[in-house]
């Protein structure tokens, strides 16, 4: 597992990425090695930018030009479950904003450090996600929680917090 504060690699985690590139090399698709990093690693390390940028002619720079561009990607470590808060026009008009600081605060996490110490959660906000009817609205992972308010918000991040749980027994 991948030092986090310093995102140094362990010998597994190198013998991951190789494996990984030989699987992909040949598709020599920058895409590819980024999600295929992403499942593996759960973010894109600097370790494995530098790896790809040695091992093909894709530059540092338009790497991480790909990694900012795409949401998908990210640089920084996720958490097991994606929490997405919709702050489209009805979701905003319902009281998203709210509710997504509420959140934020029981999951002591904000916009710079979205994602839970223990890596359960990352709090993220969306410009919409297309269900107005539901607002206001968040996603967990692939399912939509509508009508949210505060205690129905907490209900739902419990449940994925003693599902998490129960797995790890």
């Known amino acids: 597992m991948v030092n986090q504060e310093m995102q140094s690699p362990t010998p597994e985690d190198l013998e991951n990425l190789e494996a990984l590139f030989v699987r992909h090399e040949k598709e020599n698709?920058?895409?590819?090695?980024?999600?295929?990093?992403?499942?593996?690693?759960?973010?894109?390390?600097?370790?494995?930018?530098?790896?790809?940028?040695?091992?093909?002619?894709f530059s540092e720079s338009r790497i991480y030009g790909v990694i900012t561009f795409y949401a998908q990607f990210s640089t920084k470590p996720v958490g097991k479950n994606i929490i997405k808060i919709c702050n489209g026009t009805a979701c905003h008009v319902g009281g998203s904003k709210v509710l997504g600081k509420k959140l934020k605060s029981l999951l002591k996490v904000d916009d710079e450090n979205?994602?839970?110490?223990?890596?359960?959660?990352?709090?993220?906000?969306?410009?919409c996600l297309?269900?107005?009817a539901l607002?206001?609205?968040?996603?967990?992972?692939d399912k939509v929680y509508g009508q949210l308010d505060?205690?129905?918000?907490?209900?739902?991040?419990?449940?994925?917090?003693q599902a998490s749980l129960a797995e790890d027994v």
Request: with cysteine; glycine share 4%; charged share 20%.
């Open 29 to 57: 698709s920058l895409m590819i090695y980024l999600q295929q990093i992403q499942v593996e690693f759960g973010y894109v390390p600097d370790f494995a930018i530098k790896y790809i940028a040695e091992r093909t002619l």
């Open 114 to 127: 979205p994602t839970t110490e223990d890596r359960l959660f990352t709090v993220q906000n969306v410009a």
């Open 150 to 161: 505060v205690d129905k918000m907490k209900d739902v991040v419990e449940n994925y917090r």
């Open 135 to 141: 607002a206001p609205a968040m996603m967990v992972n």
């Open 130 to 132: 297309g269900c107005c």
